[in-house]
């Protein structure tokens, strides 16, 4: 579910420079963007899956890396 837009906060926060990189690279990778777009996705990402059970966590990360791999 995405927020309606203006649901923003501005808030300060350090991160390591080799995730904020990583990010940075996954916009560039893609043609453009924004990464810190990516960090909210990854996040909320986090958020909706916290109380999925470790067995369907389990089945959609072979199912992503079966796909991957054709």
Do not use: C
């Not at 350090?14 to 940075?24: A, M, T």
């Amino acid at each position: 579910m995405i927020p309606p837009l203006g649901n923003k906060v501005r808030i300060i926060i350090r991160l390591d420079k080799d995730i904020v990189e990583w990010f940075k690279s996954r916009v560039e990778e893609s043609g453009g963007g924004n990464y810190q777009t990516l960090l909210n996705n990854a996040l909320r990402e986090y958020i909706t899956h916290q109380d999925e059970p470790i067995e369907k966590v389990l089945r959609r990360v072979v199912r992503e890396e079966l796909h991957a791999v054709r």
